[in-house]
């Protein structure tokens, strides 16, 4: 139930403030870190409270537990383990935290060694992976729709990031984009 419940009340308010930052990235630039986070945290906090007053109508249906899911929820959370201790090791701090989207001091540093040389995004595909586990171990109606949900939503933030991308580093960026394929690694990426 616990891990149900921080699922459905986390992503989307986590989610939140993605799309908060990411279509208006120059504006929060001018406005610098500290304004823009205390007011994408606000709205992520306030969505995060309205899902949580919810818990009981979104959690509402349960399949119980199925140790056949509960094996196959171990394989994608180690699988999403996997990619998240690769692109860890490649990602400063301050990038998760999307500080170069919101600081006019931005690095200029293009991931696109190790698991970035292999797929463009990582961080999303071990996402995805954990929370389509945390849907088969937990059993609820609630997480499948929010795996279901996610996907497109995922998608979109890529499609705003990259967008972001290329007018941070133009040329290089979309020539990476030909190369490197967004998720799932290709037999020429993996070379």
Known sequence: YYIALLMVVAFPAGMSMWFVIHPFARFWRRRGPGTTYVAVLSIAVAIGFVVFRF?????????????PLALLAAAFYGAGIVVELQWR???SAGTLLGLPEVSEERPDVMLDQGIYGKIRHPRYLGMLCQIAGSAFLTNYLAV??????????????????ERELIQRFGDKYIE????????IPTTRSLR
Do not use: H, N
Request: charged fraction near 15%; aromatic fraction near 20%; charge should be positive.
């Open 89 to 91: 090791r490649q990602m």
């Open 55 to 67: 818990r009981g109508v979104l959690l509402s249906v349960e399949f119980g537990f199925s140790w």
């Open 144 to 161: 499948y729709a929010l795996f279901a949900v996610s996907i497109p939503l995922l998608y979109l933030t890529v499609v705003l990031e």
């Open 176 to 183: 990476y984009m030909r190369q490197v394929p967004r998720f």
